[in-house]
């Protein structure tokens, strides 16, 4: 079973704190992915990453920088966190080469940014 | 802008009936879509996947997909109560989704 894991299910900071929400899969996944999800948007994907180091831009970058430095483990931050930053975050992870991309995903975790 | 489209909702069934869930999707360059399951204040879980046109069954489910109408759906036989989640339709895109917003299935005992 794929496995993929989040550092906190819920976390609440102050407007202005450096935030970092960490993910760690256990599958080899080379793909790792950032959704924050919002009622009625759906899931939007922030950043993701196909390998060690690399990392692409999704839909919705602003605000949002993201670190790989293992495979295994991909880190969202927030470097100046605001209010409407508050949302849930999803981590996912994914096989290339999989012929249908299956994404994973980890638990989430629910940020509140006072 | 690649786009999935699902009705909101809320879809309302009785236990036992068939609830059938749609969604539409702007690109003809994806190849897979998916199915996945959300309970509430829990994260997506993945219940199908689908790359080629016609139907696919697993258990209670059945995805369908037609290609030259860009229309992906999901039937649920049996309805249950513990069916109760908002379901996520997903197309993608390289190795990227798209996800719809998701549309909310109530099954009433």
């Known amino acids: 079973d794929v496995k993929v894991t989040q550092s906190s299910r819920y976390l609440v900071k102050r407007t202005g704190e450096k935030v970092f929400l960490e993910c760690v899969q256990d599958m080899d996944h080379e793909n790792m992915f950032w959704y924050r999800q919002d009622p009625g948007l759906g899931l939007r994907l922030i950043y993701f990453?196909?390998?060690?180091?690399?990392?692409e831009k999704g839909d919705i970058p602003e605000g949002y920088s993201v670190s790989r430095e293992k495979k295994e483990r991909f880190s969202l931050i927030l470097e100046s966190a605001s209010t409407n930053q508050t949302s849930m975050y999803l981590c996912?992870?994914?096989?290339?080469?999989?012929?249908?991309?299956?994404?994973?995903f980890g638990p989430g975790t629910r940020l509140t940014v006072l | 802008q690649k786009e999935v489209e699902q009705n909101s909702g809320p879809l309302s069934v009785p236990e036992g009936a068939i609830a059938s869930l749609n969604c539409t999707y702007s690109d003809r360059v994806s190849q897979s879509f998916f199915w996945y399951r959300q309970y509430s204040g829990k994260s997506p879980e993945l219940i199908m996947s689908i790359y080629s046109n016609g139907d696919k069954e697993d258990g209670r489910f059945t995805a369908q997909l037609n290609k030259a109408s860009q229309y992906v759906s999901l039937l649920i036989r049996d309805s249950q109560p513990s069916d109760s989640a908002t379901y996520l339709c997903?197309?993608?895109?390289?190795?990227?989704?798209?996800f719809g917003a998701g549309t909310i299935l109530r099954v009433k005992s």
């Open positions: 996912a992870s994914s096989l290339p080469g999989d012929r249908f991309d299956t994404q994973y």
């Open positions: 990453s196909y390998d060690v180091k690399m990392k």
């Open positions: 997903a197309a993608s895109y390289g190795n990227k989704l798209v």
